[in-house]
Nanobody
């Protein structure tokens, strides 16, 4: 069982930076792959980035690769999403998710979800 709580969302100007955090609790957190997803109004939830349980491998959506960085600190039960050079189209609710097993970009494969944190990018 894993519980996830996101934080760090807010309002930022285009071209700026924002750092999201996800605090996780659960006895097997280090065995889970972690992912970030986002959902804009009227849109389906889409994959942003993911990291393996070891932190040794990462995967990014084409829209965020080169601008966003996902990382995790298993000792502190925390995963982060560093967002640089943000764009108005990055505006969405960002969700932290966890799954036991392989890294995946499929939202349906994740078992645990946070409640989300709002990111708004102004132009």
């Amino acid at each position: 069982q894993v519980q996830l709580v996101e934080s760090g969302g807010g309002l930022v100007q285009a071209g700026g930076s924002l750092r999201l955090s996800c605090a996780a609790s659960g006895r097997t957190f280090s065995n889970y792959a972690m992912g970030w997803f986002r959902q804009a109004p009227g849109k389906e939830r889409e994959f942003v980035a993911a990291v393996t349980w070891s932190g040794g491998d990462t995967y990014y959506a084409d829209s965020t690769k080169g601008r966003f960085t996902i990382s995790r600190d298993n000792a502190k039960n925390t995963v982060h999403l560093q967002m640089n050079r943000v764009k108005p189209e990055d505006t969405a609710i960002y969700y932290c998710a966890a799954r036991r097993g392989l890294l995946s970009q499929g939202a349906g494969l994740y078992n645990y979800w946070g409640q989300g944190t709002q990111v708004t990018v102004s132009s």
